[in-house]
T-cell receptor, first 113, second 112 residues
């Protein structure tokens, strides 16, 4: 099965600080995604990428940046973290095309104090 | 913005019973539907997908799709306590950006 690894698994950050969440996939998938999951909201798409060097805004991109330096790695960056960004963040990867399954990492639990 | 609506929000069924979950998209361009299952504290994993009108069965799980109404349903027969989880419906379009959109999920509890 596809392997997607997220780090860190847990993170406590201070308001106004910079946070970087990392994601690595070893399945040579073109597409990678960052979602956040909050009770009552399901999974919401923050940023996604079609390949190295590309990043696209998802449905809730405000306050987040993304970076895809290589096929394998996709990072989510919170330049100025706020308490409203406290959430569980999931990275996912998948092949191009609407018929392809997403494979999720284990998630990162972020608390911004 | 595409919306995926799921119902009910929560569902309790007895062990051995039938669970029925619903999902509807408001985007007429949607072509593909998935059901993901997420156990507590874990990440979502794809359970079933359906791309054509009709029905698809895999073991105790059956999905239906009506493309005209953009409605899919997941039915779990002989429900087991291990089926207790959050069930997420996702939808995508076939062309352009491949942006899977998820519903808020249905929380299923199967009690022994």
């Amino acid at each position: 099965e596809a392997a997607v690894t997220q780090s860190p698994r847990n993170k406590v950050a201070v308001t106004g600080g910079k946070v970087t969440l990392s994601c690595n996939q070893t399945n040579n998938h073109n597409n990678m995604y960052w979602y956040r999951q909050d009770t009552g909201h399901g999974l919401r798409l923050i940023h996604y990428s079609y390949g190295a060097g590309s990043t696209e805004k998802g449905d809730i991109p405000d306050g987040y940046k993304a970076s895809r330096p290589s096929q394998e790695n996709f990072s989510l960056i919170l330049e100025l973290a706020t308490p409203s960004q406290t959430s569980v963040y999931f990275c996912a990867s998948g092949d191009l095309g609407g018929q392809n399954t997403l494979y999720f990492g284990a998630g990162t639990r972020l608390s911004v104090l | 913005q595409q919306k995926v609506q799921q119902s009910p929000e929560s569902l309790i069924v007895p062990e051995g019973g039938m669970a029925s979950l619903n999902c509807t998209s408001s985007d007429r361009n949607v072509d593909y539907f998935w059901w993901y299952r997420q156990h507590s504290g874990k990440s979502p994993k794809m359970l079933m997908s359906i791309f054509s009108n009709g029905e698809k069965e895999e073991g105790r799980f059956t999905v239906h799709l009506n493309k005209a109404s953009l409605h899919t349903s997941l039915h779990i027969r002989d429900s087991q306590p291990s089926d207790s989880a959050l069930y997420l419906c996702a939808a995508t379009t076939s062309g352009g950006n491949y942006k899977p959109t998820f519903g808020k999920g249905t929380s299923l509890v199967v009690h022994p």
